[in-house]
């Protein structure tokens, strides 16, 4: 059974802006902090931000004042708006709770091209 489904993802010029979703499970979504994760190949998936259930926010050094992270909890959704892309953001993004656990979903990919 799905539990996290990510979309969004596109090819896009240096510069542009991407909005990516999470459709998370109520189990996965309720009480837990979200975050949005990356992986190039042949590296470890690393964080890219999380939400916590009070809003709270963390980002990576390398995002900070370029993407929003953000949660709707009518819709069990995590968003992630990410602005001012630069060629090295070009990643698979997967979303699961933070810290992470379970499985993971499909991810999607961004593609930033210069």
């Known amino acids: 059974q799905v539990q996290l489904v990510e979309s969004g993802g596109g090819l896009v010029q240096a510069g542009g802006s991407l909005r990516l979703s999470c459709a998370a499970s109520?189990?996965?979504?309720?009480?837990?902090?979200m975050g949005w994760y990356r992986q190039a190949p042949g590296k470890a998936r690393e964080l890219v931000a999380a939400i916590r259930a009070d809003g709270s926010t963390v980002y990576t050094d390398s995002v900070k004042g370029r993407f929003t992270i953000s949660r709707d909890g009518a819709k069990n959704t995590v968003y992630l708006q990410m602005n001012s892309l630069k060629p090295e953001d070009t990643n698979v993004y997967y979303c699961?709770?933070?810290?992470?656990?379970?499985?993971w979903g499909q991810g999607t990919q961004i593609a930033v091209s210069s």
């Open positions: 109520g189990s996965i979504f309720s009480s837990n902090a």
């Open positions: 699961n709770k933070f810290p992470p656990g379970g499985d």
